[in-house]
């Protein structure tokens, strides 16, 4: 099956600090990608959908000025927590959307901010 | 409003046991019907999908079902394994105009298998 990886996988940083994560689609392209927030014992929060080319669609709640997603390429997509606080900490999760509209999931980012 | 419930929250089951997992689902229009299984600190790996038209569909030890008039779906487990210890999401994609899917995620059941 198709294989989406994620980098890094586990970070801590200072808060204050911005955070880089990057999801990449390996064996396929993939115009739509997805950021999914997870909390523990809770299931995935969809966050917004990354389209290569254009803006980001963010999810009712999600500040786009604190979490900047670009997908530059139809491999990559960035997700980008600026000025982290202890509260976003949490498991970050993407996906890519194939040509047959099946989403592949990374296997996730552990943020912790201290 | 599109939902997915799922139960029981969380099972434990002795190793070499079956379970059986359920999902209900209010989801309009539907378009399919995936089981993840994740483990701690992993993103979901796709078990089964299923579209409308089916009711059945396995691999391995892993035996779904899906009842598209009740809206319920179920995921058998047989012969359970230590590794079989993760959550169990059930996923519904709901059709929209623009010819894409959007995910309808369950709170998954947290599966515990002991020795």
């Known amino acids: 099956g198709a294989v989406v990886s994620q980098h890094p996988s586990r970070v801590i940083c200072k808060s204050g600090t911005s955070v880089k994560i990057e999801c990449r689609s390996l064996d396929f392209q993939a115009t739509t990608m997805f950021w999914y927030r997870q909390f523990p014992k809770q299931s995935l929060m969809l966050m917004a959908t990354?389209?290569?080319?254009?803006?980001?669609?963010?999810e009712q709640g999600v500040e786009k000025d604190k979490f900047l997603i670009n997908h530059a390429s139809l491999t990559l997509s960035t997700l980008t927590v600026t000025s982290a606080h202890p509260e976003d900490s949490s498991f970050y999760i993407c996906?890519?959307?194939?040509?047959?509209?099946?989403?592949?999931f990374g296997p996730g980012t552990r943020l912790t901010v201290l | 409003k599109n939902q997915v419930e799922q139960s029981p929250q969380s099972l434990i089951i002795l190793e070499g046991k079956n379970c059986t997992l359920q999902c209900n689902y209010t989801v309009s229009p539907f378009s399919n019907l995936r089981w993840y299984k994740q483990d701690t600190g992993r993103g979901p790996v796709s078990l089964t999908i299923?579209?409308?038209?089916?009711n059945t569909k396995s691999n391995g030890r892993y035996t779904a079902t899906l009842d598209a008039d009740t809206k319920q779906s179920s995921l058998h487990i047989t012969a359970s394994q230590l590794s079989d210890s993760a959550s169990y999401i059930c996923v519904v994609s709901a059709g929209f105009s623009g010819g894409y899917n959007k995910l309808i995620f369950g709170a998954g059941t947290r599966l515990a298998v002991h020795p």
């Open positions: 996906s890519a959307r194939d040509n047959t509209d099946t989403q592949y």
């Open positions: 299923m579209t409308f038209s089916e």
């Open positions: 990354s389209n290569e080319g254009s803006k980001a669609t963010y």
